[in-house]
């Protein structure tokens, strides 16, 4: 079954960490790009953190020193240690797997809080 499930999301302090995980199956992982994206209520998804087939990453300039992404493709999974967090950071994080001529894929989304 082609899918992506993530995992590690949760409520957390002002400042504290929290590393979201994002296992998928099904498909061809170390040739995906895989990606971090959240939802904050009422604005638009954002590309939070990518990470290409050859290890190559990016971040949003309002991550960038903060969260940092990494893969394993011998696990196929891919995660984003989040550190310093702020309320701003509370979203909604999907895992993406985009690849040319692939359609997109999506995970299910886990919920992110961050709040004294």
């Known amino acids: 079954q082609v899918q992506l499930l993530e995992s590690g999301g949760g409520l957390v302090q002002p400042g504290g960490s929290l590393r979201l995980s994002c296992a998928g199956s099904?498909?061809?992982?170390?040739?995906?790009?895989m990606r971090w994206v959240r939802q904050a209520p009422g604005k638009e998804r954002e590309l939070v953190a990518s990470?290409?087939?050859?290890?190559?990453?990016d971040y949003a300039a309002s991550v960038k020193g903060r969260f940092i992404i990494s893969r394993d493709n011998a696990k196929k999974t891919v995660h984003l240690q989040m550190n310093s967090l702020k309320p701003e950071d509370t979203a909604v994080y999907f895992c993406?797997?985009?690849?040319?001529?692939?359609?997109?894929?999506w995970g299910q989304g886990t919920q992110v809080t961050v709040s004294s």
């Open positions: 993406n797997r985009r690849r040319v001529n692939f359609p997109d894929l």
């Open positions: 099904g498909f061809t992982f170390s040739m995906s790009t």
């Open positions: 990470i290409g087939s050859d290890g190559s990453s």
